[in-house]
């Protein structure tokens, strides 16, 4: 069993109840008293879950891959809300984040695959993104792993891992 820290973390403080994504498995969301074995509630997503955060609505969104698609699962029953199938060139999609404009931004890539940033509309088809082919140079990332956007100015902040940075755009 491998346990997400960050994610953890990250759907405790939004919403009060602790999310434990078990790779390749489920997701379970556990009472604040019982984080060590969850029991409570075992939440399924399609193929492999590999991320996870919090809408704006309060929603936990689920980054799935093989099928690379964005699962809105609703916070009181883990019922799907909606299932986005990611355009064919997002592979290996790693995280994502709804902004408050409704968009999704999802980091994805690694090894020969496109290693970028992009914004995608709910219909799955990207609008805009950053990167490229792999890469260390401006313009390029490495595994963009993890990713943040910040509430207030809606700057995302993403964890380009293989180059060792954190890169910031609007």
Same mark, same amino acid.
């Given at each position: 069993m491998?346990l997400?820290l960050e994610?953890?973390?990250?759907?405790f403080i939004?919403?009060?109840?602790?999310y434990l994504p078990l790779?390749n498995i489920a997701i379970?969301r556990?009472s604040?008293?019982d984080?060590c074995f969850?029991s409570?509630?075992?939440?399924?997503?399609?193929?492999?879950p590999?991320?996870?955060?919090?809408?704006?609505? !309060?929603n936990?969104?689920?980054t799935c891959?093989?099928? @690379?698609?964005?699962?809105? %699962?609703? *916070?009181?029953?883990g019922?799907?809300?909606?299932?986005?199938?990611l355009?064919?060139?997002i592979?290996d999609?790693?995280?994502s984040?709804?902004l408050t404009?409704?968009?999704?931004?999802?980091?994805?890539?690694v090894d020969?695959t496109l290693?970028r940033?992009?914004?995608?509309?709910?219909?799955?088809?990207?609008?805009?993104?950053?990167g !490229?082919q792999?890469g260390?140079?401006v313009?390029?990332l @490495?595994?963009p792993?993890h %990713?943040a *956007?910040d509430?207030?100015?809606?700057?995302?902040?993403?964890?380009?891992?293989s180059n060792a940075?954190?890169v910031?755009?609007p």
């Open positions: 491998s997400d994610n953890f973390i990250c759907g939004a919403t009060n109840y602790p790779t379970f556990t604040a008293v984080v969850p409570c509630c075992k939440w399924s997503a399609p193929g492999e590999r991320g996870l955060s919090v809408t704006p609505s !309060g936990l969104l689920v891959r093989e099928p @690379n698609k964005l699962v809105e %699962l609703s *916070v009181d029953s019922k799907s809300v909606r299932e986005i199938e355009q064919s060139d592979e999609p790693w995280r984040v709804q404009t409704g968009q999704f931004v999802v980091c994805h890539g020969d290693n940033v992009c914004v995608v509309g709910d219909d799955g088809k990207v609008t805009r993104s950053y !490229g792999r260390c140079d313009g390029q @490495n595994c792993c %990713l *956007v509430k207030d100015s809606q700057f995302i902040f993403v964890a380009d891992h940075k954190v910031l755009g």
